[in-house]
């Protein structure tokens, strides 16, 4: 069995922008302002959760939360930019895709009904007097009022259904934590909720929630063909871990949220010492540096809180470098013939790339003669994020297929999804997208590909490539015409968030937010972002 391989982002080592409480950020006086009774703003739990410490780092939430690409899930301008493009294809379904949304991106608004409003409308009219309520929507309380509940939304896949409790009597409204032994004063005087403790929020099915996803679909009238049991699974994540050998050793939180349990913290507030016994901090670290540097670098336009995103964007980016690993597995140079082989590992807990199906992974590859001349490239990433010779980013009605075997540079390996309509074509509109015509996304330890459930099949070639397996891909190259002495390989993975292919689809509309999301793309340096590299040589 392939040894299980996490990254876990330590508290101690990292240097904080924050020194002090004097200088948190003013946002999260904002959020709490602009929260309403039911949905706490994230800046409410700050009289409790203000200047932590563990190992003498300040590990508080108004350090780790505002700073976390969760915290920004309704200014990310890619999604934004997508929704648009969405609602300009499909203007008579904005009421379907309007409650699509908002189920992950405002899960509270969603919940609570609590503008009771046309979402886009709120999200995309700055104007409007709800705009900035509805920015701080996914808050504490999203996660933190979910009960067994969860067990409801698993059974209807998740979704957005995340199982948040309402109550009609304001004051036995509960707040879930993994601790027993909080004071009910404090919250009930000041957020008025009383604290509950329960294993939910250490599970990863509450992660579920929103990253189980399944959307209805189109035919090309725009008439809903799907129903709840067809529709398409844009995303399954959780469905991914649960199939994987993480599930049993390791959850999401403990990949992606930092593990605090040094010696006790203290909470300057009320001056009182606790040990919080296991606890994470709010940071949730994952890949994505394109979102991250495009907050950091047009911050007021897209309202971000980018007080110690540096230091987010840091730990994304080591991240990013652990998830995988590229490693010669044979070579050889005969007469003519230069051959090698690559070994790809992953060490996710679910596909890599994983998520909505607009990230990709290349395998970029050189191979230099014994004058330090390259005689082959397969892969290479031009400076606006498209990759040479790849089928997809020349012409978007047709994808680049997975390769067991690679003999030419026009032949390039994308570990990607490519989404399918009812027609069988290649679309990148989601709400056309009925199934996949190719998911090579590297897969997790322990995961069966042949006994998969179909919402987490393997789909095109991968699917008949025995070097395709649970946790790795071996892929050969053999290159004719190859008569020097020597030869030197260099291989690279290199992970782009949106994909080229994806962002010229959505070029063909013209809204405001997609023409923002290019101008702010172009100037971005984290289009393209290297995750793993292997050199070797190789001599007749």
Request: proline letters at 4%; glycine letters at 6%.
């Amino acid at each position: 069995m392939k040894r299980l391989k996490r990254y876990v982002p330590q508290a101690a080592g990292f240097i904080f922008l924050l020194a002090s409480t004097s200088s948190a950020p003013s946002a999260m006086a904002m959020q709490e302002k602009q929260g309403n009774e039911i949905n706490l703003a994230s800046g409410s739990c700050l009289l409790c959760h203000q200047d932590v410490l563990s190992r003498n780092d300040r590990v508080s939430i108004e350090l780790g939360w505002p700073s976390s690409v969760m915290a920004h899930a309704i200014r990310d301008p890619v999604w934004k930019a997508q929704l648009t493009s969405e609602l300009a294809r499909n203007p008579q379904l904005s009421k379907l895709i309007n409650k699509k949304c908002r189920e992950c991106h405002a899960p509270i608004d969603n919940a609570e009904d609590a503008f009771n409003s046309d979402f886009a409308k709120l999200l995309l009219r700055q104007t409007n007097p709800f705009h900035d309520k509805l920015k701080d929507d996914a808050t504490c309380t999203m996660c933190h009022r979910v009960s067994v509940a969860s067990d409801i939304a698993a059974v209807l896949g998740f979704s957005g259904h995340s199982g948040v409790e309402t109550y009609e009597n304001k004051l036995g409204r509960l707040i879930y934590g993994s601790a027993a032994d909080i004071p009910a004063g404090p919250l009930r005087e000041n957020i008025r909720y009383i604290s509950n403790a329960t294993v939910n929020i250490r599970e990863s099915r509450i992660c579920g929630n929103c990253h189980d996803l399944k959307t209805p679909f189109v035919d090309q009238s725009g008439t809903v063909i799907s129903t709840p049991e067809t529709e398409f699974h844009e995303q399954t994540v959780y469905t991914e871990w649960l199939a994987s050998d993480y599930l049993n050793s390791m959850s999401c939180r403990d990949c992606h949220m930092c593990r605090n349990d040094g010696p006790a913290t203290r909470s300057s507030s009320d001056g009182r010492a606790y040990n919080p016994r296991n606890s994470k901090e709010l940071m949730f670290v994952g890949g994505n540096t394109l979102l991250i540097d495009l907050l950091m670098c047009n911050q007021e336009e897209l309202g971000a809180t980018t007080a110690n995103m540096s230091d987010t964007l840091l730990r994304t980016e080591q991240m990013l470098q652990s998830a995988a690993s590229v490693e010669e597995a044979g070579s050889s140079l005969q007469d003519d013939m230069l051959s090698f082989d690559l070994m790809l590992n992953s060490y996710t807990g679910h596909k890599l790339p994983t998520g909505i199906p607009l990230r990709r992974i290349i395998l970029h590859v050189t191979v230099s003669d014994s004058q330090g001349n390259i005689v082959f490239e397969s892969g290479r990433v031009n400076s606006d994020g498209s990759v040479a010779e790849l089928d997809s980013d020349a012409n978007l009605a047709r994808f680049e297929p997975h390769y067991d075997v690679i003999t030419s540079a026009d032949q390039v390996q994308v570990y990607e999804a490519i989404m399918a309509n009812s027609s069988g074509e290649v679309t990148y509109t989601l709400l056309r997208a009925a199934d996949m015509l190719k998911d090579n996304r590297l897969l997790p330890g322990g995961f069966d590909k042949n006994g998969a459930s179909a919402n987490i099949r393997v789909a095109g070639l991968a699917g008949q490539d025995s070097n395709f397996v649970g946790g790795s891909d071996t892929i050969s190259f053999q290159l004719n015409g190859m008569n020097d002495s020597s030869y030197s390989v260099q291989a690279e993975l290199l992970f782009q968030p949106l994909s080229h292919a994806f962002l010229q689809d959505m070029n063909t509309e013209k809204t405001v937010e997609i023409k923002a999301l290019n101008r702010m793309f172009q100037k971005s340096p984290a289009k393209t972002n290297g995750m793993t590299k292997a050199a070797f040589r190789i001599e007749r």
